[in-house]
């Protein structure tokens, strides 16, 4: 009797496990389990050896690409290098990663060890520094759908090399490219492919404080070496500098400094003090405007369009400093002929002018001798004299211009320096600024690669 009532406990206990009650409801949790241990068991699946080609050839494997710009962070002019946070990812086709899906009740595996399946060996050919993000967990996954396709993405930040042209600085575009290639693999093996749709993401609330992104272009630029070509892709991102900062910070302030150098040429010639500090002033604050200009900006062995706004408007401020110095000379001759004039008054000089030199002559022993006009003259004489008068008559100053009667009105050169002065610097500024904007504004130049 004791058999049968242990067999009668068991059968209850058996009716009354869990398991019974959830009979039907399959655990798909435990299910990824055994498809990973089963795809990626020992024995099963080699890391080290790439997938087959397209159609389970033997051609190369095909791995599509595309990224996501978070941001981009500054853009250095003096080592000519921008920092870029983006999320890369990578698309491929390894067969023997497939599995059965339930149903489609497992969409894909999630991994988070990159070294447990094949990967491409994608480097950035013109990165300078890069790392990835750790924080909270380190940011990047695999993932492994049932017909075999591996996703990759991961989250990194890399500081890149972008060669610029600075001719038309600050008024310039630059493209700053983006390259990724095999390292090891050549095209025989392994090709990389933009994706199809929309390969580059650029985030839309992107903010850079100098510059505007306008467009991004992808292309390829596969390599070839000694030890064959190498598959590469590469974007293109056109950055256009936003010109108001300079205009702000350098062009207004250049354009007042000018200015200011010419109310030299309205103060009187006599205040020298007065204009020697100003323009002495203008001339020192020009250059270190100048020389903080190009502190910001590397040493290249061109012509920027800023050297040639900072090295005119230079010559201008120096260039009123010298016409000070024109106008203190021409004043100190004005005092010297002033004096002369009171030494020998008017009266005498028109004395002396009124004797014609011509009535008397001198003799060898001092005394004079008035020379006798003939009496008769010839007809010979008479035509000629009416010739030297007609002559005379045509070699008269004609009247005279509106510029000179203007210019009349100041009997001093030093003066009149002045007064040409103060039409002549800002007319001859005023084409200036003409000239350049015309050349650079309309002048478009393609930028560093």
Known sequence: MWPGAFSLLV?????????????????FREKEKQVLDNILGPGRYDARIRPSGENGTDGPAVVRVNIFVRSISKIDDVTMEYSVQLTFREQWLDERLRFNDFGGRLKYLTLTEANRVWM??????????GHFHNIIMPNVYIRIFPDGFVLYSIRISLTLSCPMNLKLYPLDRQICSLRMASYGWTT???????????????????????FTLEKFLTDYCNSKTNTGEYSC?????????????????????????????WVSFWLDQSAVPARVSLG????????????????SLPPVSYTKAIDVWTGVCLTFVFGALLEFALVNYASRSDMHSDNIKKQFPASEMEHSSSIDP????????????????????HPEDSMSMEKLRQCEIHMQPRKKNCCRSWLSKFPTRSKRIDVISRIFFPIVFAFFNLTYWSTYLFREEEGGE
């Open 120 to 129: 491409p060996d994608l480097f950035f050919a013109n990165e300078k520094e």
């Open 280 to 295: 002495v002033t203008t001339l020192l604050t020009m250059a270190t405007q100048t020389s903080g200009i190009n502190a």
């Open 358 to 377: 011509s009535s008397e002559l001198l003799e060898p022993d001092g005394s004079a001798s008035f020379a006798m006009k003939p009496l008769v003259r």
């Open 11 to 27: 059968l209850l206990a058996v009716l009354l496990h869990p398991s019974r009650c959830t009979q039907g409801k399959v655990n």
């Open 233 to 261: 892709l590469k974007v293109d991102l056109l950055f256009k500098r936003e010109f108001s900062y300079y205009l702000i910070q350098i062009y207004i302030p250049c354009c007042m400094l000018v200015i200011v150098s």
């Open 188 to 210: 025989a093996d392994l090709v990389f492919l933009w994706k199809e749709g929309d390969p580059v993401q650029v985030v839309k609330n992107l903010h850079l404080p100098r």
